[in-house]
């Protein structure tokens, strides 16, 4: 269960993403996940209802795996508070993502507190991006001063404290309103401490991160040229101190779910990374990376080939739990009787040296170009049914079925 990675979804700026709902899950398989949770996003002022109809009309037909959605929620007026979330809750949208930064995106702490409310009241999981949008402004107004606008002063102008910062914040939040909360792609210890000092207290904060945070650091956003640009995502890949920091928490439980935020865009086009032209500020580069197909063999051969989780850890982090939290359990995450038999059989030895080439989504490259791993799904099964075999798709276009999601199960 990949449970975050977008596709198809409309930008503000002119950037259009390179995966739809045909080429998204058709690499989420090929790379042995057999179901996603993309976002339907609401725009400002835009009915939600009409978000979700419309997200609904981009994945119909399309997906070869089930699929869920989360929301995101952007502008939560009394319509939308009042109504369209309730019975949006109500008919299996059970978790939605809100913003602390990008202006199109963001809610204030109040908007956010009435939010949390809601999901207390409706039993729904409220998954927070948390990043103090005024002090990455100021830092990235200083940066673009100084002329510090290559890839690499992205990192500059969202650093850690800034994670930390709002991380502590909706923590705090949350807190007031006494309801159970997820962080996503937490990116290195400032904010896990905070996470883990919730935990502590007993608070139901559960907390994501994603493979760049594991194996990417700031210096991959500084190489030759422009191609740093392919490494910026938000929040921006750390240090190798952070990456142990994630390793520890993702072998002790501060987190419970390992996503891939794949969120795609080609580099060499302008629709994409280069929508402003190689010379371009970081701060008019498209946010995010790709990583839907890799996200399942990074983890087995980073970690548990490695020994830095096990193999049960390995499950839980990238079915079991999403499944448990995103109310999909036990239909998805677990193999049981009633259970919909979604399967990937593994081959712990096979070697593979991960090149865009053999990927299967749109976009024109990878991070992880060169890199080598050991694990790699050979079978692929979903509902009993073969998805791949031997490196190929045996799976019709639309045969993944729309998954309404029940109630989070945030006992854990
Ligand atoms: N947040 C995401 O979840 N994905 C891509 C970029 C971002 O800021
Ligand atoms: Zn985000
Ligand atoms: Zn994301």
């Not at 190689?278 to 063999?297: D, K, M, Q, Y």
């Not at 049914?385 to 029940?406: M, N, S, W, Y």
Request: aromatic content about 8%.
């Amino acid at each position: 269960v990949d449970a975050h990675c977008h596709f198809d979804q409309p930008t503000s700026d002119g950037s259009v993403m390179a995966d739809d709902f045909e080429s998204g899950p058709r690499s989420a398989a090929f790379g042995g996940t057999t179901t996603v949770i993309p976002f339907a996003c609401q725009q400002k002022g835009q009915s939600l209802r009409a978000a979700v109809d419309d997200y609904h009309q981009r994945a119909d037909g399309k997906s070869v795996i089930d699929y869920a959605f989360h929301l995101i929620v952007t502008d939560p007026n009394p319509q939308v508070l009042g109504q369209e979330l309730p019975a949006l809750i109500r008919e299996g949208y059970t978790s939605f993502k809100i913003y602390t930064t990008y202006d199109d995106l963001k809610l204030n702490d109040r908007e956010i507190i009435e939010v949390l409310a809601l999901a207390k009241r409706e039993g729904a999981l409220t998954m927070i991006h948390a990043e103090n949008s005024d002090a990455i402004a100021w830092l990235t107004e200083a940066l673009e001063r100084a002329g510090q606008t290559a890839p690499q002063f992205h990192a500059d102008a969202r650093p850690p404290i800034a994670e930390r910062e709002a991380t502590h914040r909706a923590i705090s939040l949350a807190e007031i309103v006494d309801v159970p909360m997820l962080v996503v792609h937490v990116s290195g210890g400032e904010a896990m401490e905070q996470i883990a000092h919730a935990r502590s207290k007993g608070l139901r904060v559960f907390a994501e991160t994603c493979p760049q945070y594991i194996l990417l650091t700031r210096d991959d956003l500084d190489l030759d040229g422009f191609e740093g640009a392919k490494h910026i995502c938000s929040p921006p890949p750390r240090d190798a101190q952070s990456q142990e920091s994630v390793w520890r928490g993702l072998a002790n439980g501060t987190f419970q779910v390992f996503s891939s935020d794949h969120a795609p865009f080609k580099y060499d086009s302008s629709t994409g990374k280069k929508l402003r032209g190689e010379g371009a500020s970081f701060l008019h580069v498209p946010n995010g990376i790709p990583g839907v197909e890799t996200r399942l063999p990074l983890l087995f051969s980073e970690g548990v080939g490695k020994g830095r989780i096990s193999l049960n850890q390995f499950v839980a982090l990238t079915a079991t739990n999403p499944a448990r939290l995103y109310g999909l359990y036990p239909r998805k995450g677990t193999i049981t009787i009633g259970a919909d038999a979604d399967i990937t059989i593994w081959d712990p030895e096979r070697e593979v040296t991960i090149t865009n080439a053999q990927l299967h989504h749109n976009v024109d490259y990878t991070p992880y170009e060169g890199r080598r791993v050991t694990g790699w799904p050979e079978t692929v099964l979903q509902r009993g049914e073969v998805l791949v075999r031997d490196g190929a798709l045996c799976a019709e276009k639309g045969q993944g079925q729309f998954l309404t999601c029940g109630v989070p199960d945030t006992a854990m």
